[in-house]
């Protein structure tokens, strides 16, 4: 019952853990641990890929001894584990993850740099009879998630009331609907367009495509929390796959438009960026519509940029060669440093909403806002000025010479055929 047994899905992994979480004993009550081997990858590259097979084939030992007869350990993927022990008290539940990092903590695997330890983060949960096991799961991972950001070794409990970011559970039921609208035609992508404030009177010069789907003759977001259980269970690139081939499509059936226009974007995820061959496949069709120079953009975020910095340069190079430009998204809504807008080849840099919200009343905000756009100028790039709501905002950003805007003030999301409408009356 121990028996940490890797399943080909998430989905059908997270699917078969709750059902065996539903056979296992929880009285009076019980604590789930959500367990983070930290630097897997890094184990494999200055060891090697057998090297780190052996160390999750002794941490699923360790946990499957510390959870006992009673309880139950599977590894859920890649390098993360569940596991769940009766106990008495809910005192108990910290004395017992203490426990478990230190028995985990007590291993170490061999490299060419010597013997060295392994490092864990670990989310505690204390559940009783009743519970649900996918919300159970999700707050476990979610303490485990805040584990990481403390440090190595570290055991975060789960604190409903506490101040964090409140998502929708991921869940399968929300990739099954994501799905359904997919196959049946219900998805499409609608474009926010983009002003340029340079001149005199603003200037629909660019457009953001965002996600919609049809409901009843209304088009509207996707269900909250859609893309992030997407990411969470490693599915986004369907929904990247969908969206690169919608705009292909839309650009190779509007070129007059295009001609118009500055550049259309899309986002791509994180996930997507760092998927080899997702993104070989990718290239191969932005070759093979043949666009005109720079009309294609994609908006990769700031945190996704520089926790994959390696990769997302190279990938940006290589679509920046092929014609695509690309924009960072959100940017000073993560680490917001300015070394990274140097070593960054993106085109265009979109200032967060965060800061934009009191460009005009805060002399705090306007100033960030500025020596944004001043660094993002001294390295080469243009600025757009997401949120836009207020004409007092759009005089300060213009004021400060931010290249562009987006936001109510101009348009919401519009259906394709009325940017087209739009496009023809702005000339």
């Known amino acids: 019952m121990n028996a940490a047994i890797p399943l080909p899905s998430p989905i059908s992994c997270l699917a078969s853990l709750i059902e065996r979480l539903d056979q296992t004993l929880v009285d009076p009550r ?28 002794r941490v699923s030992e360790v946990l499957a001894r510390w959870s006992g007869r009673d309880g139950y350990a599977e590894r859920l993927w890649s390098n993360e584990f569940v596991a769940l022990k009766p106990i008495d008290h809910t005192q108990m539940a910290v004395d017992e993850a203490t426990d478990l990092r230190d028995r985990l903590a ?7 740099l010597g013997e060295n330890p392994v490092s864990v983060s670990i989310g505690v949960l204390v559940v009783a009879q009743g519970v649900d096991w996918a919300d159970a799961i999700r707050d476990a991972g979610e303490a ?18 506490g101040n964090r970011r409140v998502k929708a559970p991921a869940s399968a039921a929300a990739v099954t609907e994501f799905r359904r609208l997919l196959a049946n035609g219900q998805l499409a992508l609608h474009p926010q367009p983009i002003m340029d404030i340079r001149e005199a ?6 457009a953001e495509f965002l996600l919609r789907m049809e409901k009843k003759g209304v088009h ?18 369907e929904l990247d796959r969908f969206s690169t081939h919608f ?37 191969r069709d932005v070759r093979n519509a043949g666009l005109p120079k720079a009309k294609l953009c994609f908006e990769i975020t700031e ?32 680490l917001c440093s ?35 756009h001043q660094v993002a100028h001294a390295t080469g790039k243009r600025t757009v000025a997401e949120f836009v709501d207020d004409p007092r905002k759009l005089a300060a950003l213009r004021d400060i010479g931010v290249d562009y805007a987006q936001g109510w003030l101009f348009y919401p999301t519009v259906t394709p055929e009325k940017f087209i409408e739009l496009v023809a009356l702005r000339d």
């Open 247 to 283: 705009i292909l499509d839309w650009l190779a059936d509007n070129r007059s438009a295009l001609d118009r226009l500055h550049s259309v974007s899309i986002n791509l995820s994180a996930r997507s960026i760092v998927d080899g061959r997702f993104m070989d496949e990718l290239l």
């Open 303 to 334: 945190t996704a940029a520089i926790e994959n910095l390696d990769v997302a340069a190279d990938v940006i190079k290589t679509f920046r060669a092929a014609g695509v430009g690309f924009s960072l998204d959100d940017f000073g809504s993560g």
């Open 30 to 57: 019980a604590v789930l641990v959500y367990v983070d081997v930290r630097g897997l990858r890094a184990i494999n590259r200055i060891a090697d890929a057998a090297e780190g097979d052996r160390v999750i084939a």
């Open 220 to 237: 509207m977001p996707v269900p909250a929390g859609t893309i992030e259980t997407l990411e969470y269970f490693g599915l986004v690139n």
């Open 201 to 206: 009177e603003p200037r629909l010069r660019k």
């Open 106 to 112: 007590a291993l170490h695997y061999r490299s060419s």
């Open 144 to 161: 485990s998630e805040h584990s990481k950001r403390r440090g190595l070794n570290q055991i975060v409990v789960h604190n409903p009331d």
């Open 338 to 372: 300015f070394g990274y807008l140097q070593s960054l080849p993106v085109d265009e840099v979109k200032i967060d909403g965060c800061f934009i919200k009191e460009v005009a009343q805060s002399g705090a905000s306007r100033e960030i806002v500025r020596a944004i």
